[in-house]
């Protein structure tokens, strides 16, 4: 039974990073809300769009958790090496890969959306939109790392407050540039773009001025990581790298096949899967929670205490997530017209939210477990199961469903209900095993 200490220790941790990632998702839901009175063609060019982004982006996520997972561990084993190491490592991968990324990504954005999407009109919003945003990539691979050191630091208020002003400051510029206002041009879905990159650059400022007045003393860009940090950072981000590579691609071949059912069909995923991303975020706040508690318990030599933290941290994601999905659950059509102007494109989304709003507290347990293997260095299994699930019956069985078979996005969406119940009872047999207890990082 979990007690209301565990229950304080948890939530003091999951709480504040639930919130900095809530207010990066909402950043992206007010997008589409506002990209959204622009019409199906923008709103489907920005969804195919954050997906493209995903797929590069899925490049320095790794930093995170590796970064995370060994500041954790050394505090538990109460390390004399300077503190901000893994973090100035962090930052250094971010840059070395991130740069050479960004302008490769660039200058092949055309071709890569136009695998994806056939439709003109689509094509003329999506392309600019998706090239603004992979500017980015080094300044998504260096607030990563910073997200990895608070929380492992146990200090996740500090990335909190930056996500926060982040967000504020991205609404305002989207607000001004989408639609003209404060004297800036009227740039439409590519003003979106233009200040969710904006947002993030200061944020990725605010980040090294909080961490060069707080972290001087321990290293900040002052201790220099050897090669074999890097190589244990860069090693232990490959699992979660290629999981979300392999995941990113596999949302973007999922909008694809599902734009071959129907340009109003690809419009109602669009904000559905946003939806659905909102749901997970308590999920992957807890896994973060969960990824220092474990291992730093772990650092602690206490393996089969680190086995509860990360059990009591399952228990609160299937409660608090099924609660926070009821609303959805019995008022679909509400939630649904916040995105979406079209009745019959509402109509087609209502049955799929009602499952999303259904089954995402048990599938919190995927986000939860998978984020905590990935910091105590067990993500190889995690990304054989993400990939074997999503490429091997996932796609398969929804290019059968839908553009096969010509059935529509209800019926695709029960399908994806079933690779969740697939890919939760897989994660968590890998964790109840308990094989990553006797990894050394």
């Known amino acids: 039974m979990i007690t209301v200490k565990r229950v304080k220790t948890i939530t003091g941790l999951a709480f504040p990073i639930c919130i900095a990632l809530s207010s990066t998702s909402m950043m992206a839901v007010i997008d589409l809300v506002m990209v959204g009175r622009l019409g199906n063609d923008a709103i489907a060019a920005v969804g195919l769009s954050v997906f493209c982004n995903m797929l590069i982006l899925a490049f320095v996520k790794g930093i995170s958790p590796a970064v995370q997972g060994i500041v954790a561990r050394r505090r538990g084993e109460g390390s004399t090496e300077p503190k901000c190491l893994p973090l100035n490592g962090g930052l250094a991968l971010a840059v070395a890969i991130g740069v050479p990324l960004s302008i490769l990504a660039y200058v092949l954005a055309p071709a890569l959306f136009a695998v994806f999407s056939h439709d003109p009109e689509v094509t003329k919003i999506g392309v600019p939109f998706l090239r603004v945003l992979y500017l980015s990539i080094a300044a998504e691979g260096m607030h990563n790392a910073f997200k990895g050191n608070w929380a ?124 659905m991303m909102v749901l997970t975020l308590l ?54 017209a916040m995105f979406l102007t079209d009745p019959h494109t509402i109509s087609i989304a209502v049955l799929p939210l009602q499952l999303i709003a259904a089954t995402t507290g048990l599938w ?51 399908v994806a209900t079933a690779h969740g119940a697939i890919s939760t009872a897989w994660i968590t047999a890998i964790w109840a095993e308990g094989n990553w207890k006797k990894i050394k990082i």
């Not at 290629?242 to 059912?261: A, C, D, H, R, T």
């Not at 399952?314 to 008022?331: E, R």
């Open 152 to 275: 492992g630091m146990e200090k996740p208020k500090i990335y909190m407050t930056i996500v926060l002003c982040m967000t504020c400051l991205n609404i305002l510029l989207n607000y001004a540039l989408i639609f003209g206002h404060f004297g800036a041009p009227a740039m439409g879905a590519l003003g979106a773009a233009i200040g969710t990159v904006s947002s993030l650059y200061i944020g990725v400022i605010a980040n090294f001025a909080i961490a060069r007045f707080n972290l001087a003393k321990e290293g900040f860009l002052k201790a220099r990581p050897e090669k074999e940090l890097l190589g244990r950072i860069f090693k232990m981000g490959i699992p979660s790298t290629m999981q979300e590579f392999f995941f990113s691609l596999g949302s973007v071949v999922l909008l694809g096949m599902i734009g071959k059912v129907g340009t109003s069909e690809l419009a109602a995923a669009t904000p559905l899967i946003r939806i």
């Open 364 to 414: 919190s347990l995927i986000y939860i477990f998978a984020y905590t293997l990935y910091s105590v260095g067990d993500g190889k299994r995690v990304m054989m199961v993400s990939f074997s699930t999503q490429w091997l019956f996932f796609l398969p069985a929804v290019w059968f469903v839908g553009p096969y078979l010509r059935f529509g996005l209800p019926q695709i969406w029960m």
């Open 283 to 336: 999920s992957v706040s807890l896994g973060m929670a969960s990824a220092t508690l474990v291992s730093k318990t772990v650092g602690e030599g206490d393996p089969g205490g680190a086995a509860e933290w990360g059990w009591d941290t399952a228990k609160l994601g299937v409660i608090g997530i099924t609660l926070l999905g009821l609303p959805l659950l019995l008022y679909p059509k509400l939630f649904l």
